[in-house]
């Protein structure tokens, strides 16, 4: 054969080849978290054209798909203990775990008005039925039970468990519950939607009634070598990713929205990455073989 045809071969193999291959991102995302997400990227296609695969659900649920093999390279977790344990298992990529946002839990009573405080709105609106997350798979569900054992309200009410955030929402919004456990924002989302202020439906828990709710995100080993997963996950540590999260309801480890007089950066509750000399298994855990 001609070198010019081999050549030619080379060329067009080449161009046979997917375009953006390169440039595909798989996420699974927490439920909280989803429309957040879809906005960041969004955001960051208008500079670096991505294509994004998003996949939403309990954080639990997608640990659990994410131990057996699913096919992903950014888990976006609502809370710091799944994706610390994939750090252990050395299923992650080293250094890349963060904590991207510190949620916030806030207690919706649609159609019923605040009463006081916290507590004297849980215990004088005449709430029946309440809705929160499965406290096993979801974190906001784990704090929302967390907060009615701090106040002293466990087995007060009928509760209703969501599979997760989302449907947890659902349940509020449908009237199939009194009142709602979610995050705050899902509620700067509806209002959003619907153009209205919910402002004089919702208290937001004061965050010493429950263990803090860090989210993190980590690079899963199969994607170690995907460089459009390692550029956006830095474009969520930036001023611009972080920005844009703050104003989705989250607090921010890194930044504080201009004129928030006497604000201060919530601390990282979340322990620090495991040191090199902490002891692992052998291999990059389960998902090297993906």
């Known amino acids: 054969m001609p070198p010019c045809t081999r050549v030619l071969l080379v060329v067009l193999t080449a161009l046979a080849l997917p ?6 991102v798989r996420i699974a995302v927490a439920s909280n ?11 960051y296609n208008q500079q670096h054209p ?18 057996a093999g699913a096919p992903v390279d950014i888990f976006f977790s609502a809370d710091a ?14 250094g890349t775990r963060f904590t991207y946002a510190i949620g916030r839990l806030v207690l919706w009573t649609p159609r019923r008005p605040i009463s006081g405080d916290l507590k004297q709105t849980l215990t004088a609106s005449g709430l029946r039925t309440i809705a929160l997350a499965n406290p096993k798979t979801a974190p906001y569900g784990a704090a929302a039970e967390q907060t009615l ?36 924002a899902q509620l700067r989302d509806y209002e959003r939607a619907n153009r209205r202020s919910l402002n004089t439906d919702i208290i937001i828990v004061d965050a010493e009634l429950y263990s803090p709710i860090a989210q993190q995100a980590v690079l899963l080993s199969g994607a170690k070598n995907n460089a459009a997963a390692r550029a956006f996950l830095e474009y969520v540590k930036s001023e611009a990713g972080q920005r844009l999260i703050t104003a989705a309801g989250y607090k921010s480890l890194t930044w504080l929205p201009p004129g928030c007089h006497g604000c ?9 990455p495991l040191s090199p000399s902490t002891e692992r298994g052998q291999g990059e855990g389960n998902l090297s073989t993906r």
């Open 149 to 184: 054992r701090t106040l002293g309200l466990t087995g007060r009410f009928k509760t209703v468990q969501g599979d997760n955030i989302g449907q947890t929402f659902q349940f509020a919004a449908t009237g199939n519950a009194d009142a709602a456990f979610i995050a705050l």
């Open 19 to 24: 375009a953006h291959a390169a440039d595909t």
């Open 50 to 67: 991505t294509t994004f695969k998003i996949t939403s659900a309990a954080t639990g649920l997608l640990y659990a798909q994410i131990r």
């Open 81 to 94: 203990e799944r994706p610390e344990q994939l750090e252990v298992d050395g299923a992650i990529v080293d």
């Open 33 to 43: 978290f989803k429309s957040t997400l879809e906005d960041l990227a969004a955001q």
């Open 264 to 272: 201060e950066k919530p601390k990282d509750p979340a322990r620090p």
